[in-house]
């Protein structure tokens, strides 16, 4: 059981670069999330999706889209990176919307 | 004011010290909170719940004051690792509405 796992870890990208951060979780869980956290901002919401097949705009989503490939996956797409989205990116996975949430080791991106 | 509030320290205390934080939030319709626990570089980690009637957990204990809006959570006889962040996370209904803290670095020291 490995819970929520994240591709990649590390990540270095040129500006206007394209790149997918992948997301699973095997703990059978409805809702799935995509944070990023910046120091002294705290973690905010990008992306969520409630069940399969439905996706929704967090606090942040402007330069993301994302894909709820199955239960299992939610991706995180960034077409064109900018600077400003050097971050970590964490997933996250509940059984429900309100309620304790799993997330994934983070994904480090740092665009220049 | 911000959705959720936490004095983001360091609090550095010693070794079996009781240390108390603190979490306000300014909407009076929000509905579930939660203490996290983050390590270093690593990710965040559900600590413990927090209801109406407070959570005690070991040496954790959670309370909640909605007449003043805020959560405190208090960490009898401190050890070694418990350094981390702890993030306060309000819940006001709605996936949209999880807002969590900027968290509180708590650094125990021998």
């Known amino acids: 059981n490995a819970g929520v796992t994240q591709t990649p870890k590390f990540q270095v990208l040129k500006t206007g670069q394209s790149m997918t951060l992948q997301c699973a979780q095997d703990?059978?869980?409805?809702?799935m999330y995509w944070y990023r956290q910046d120091p002294g901002m705290g973690l905010r919401l990008i992306y969520y999706s409630a069940s399969e097949g439905t996706t929704d705009k967090g606090e942040v989503p402007n330069g993301y889209n994302v894909s709820r490939l199955n239960k299992r996956e939610f991706s995180l797409r960034l077409e064109s990176a900018a600077p400003s989205q050097t971050s970590v990116y964490f997933c996250a996975s509940s059984e429900q919307g309100i309620g304790e949430q799993y997330f994934g080791p983070g994904t480090r991106l740092t665009v220049t | 004011r911000k959705e959720v509030e936490q004095d983001p320290g360091p609090f550095n205390v010693p070794e079996g010290a009781t240390v108390a934080f603190n979490c306000t939030y300014s909407n009076s319709a929000s509905q579930s909170f939660f203490w996290y626990r983050q390590d270093c570089r690593k990710e965040p980690k559900l600590l413990m719940s927090v209801y109406s009637s407070g959570n005690e957990d070991g040496r954790f204990t959670a309370q909640l004051n909605r007449a003043s809006q805020y959560i405190s959570l208090l960490i009898r006889d401190s050890k070694l690792s418990d350094s981390a962040t702890y993030l306060c996370v309000v819940n006001i209904g709605g996936y949209q509405k999880v807002t969590f803290g900027i968290g509180t670095k708590l650094q125990v020291i021998p």
């Open positions: 703990m059978n869980h409805n809702s």
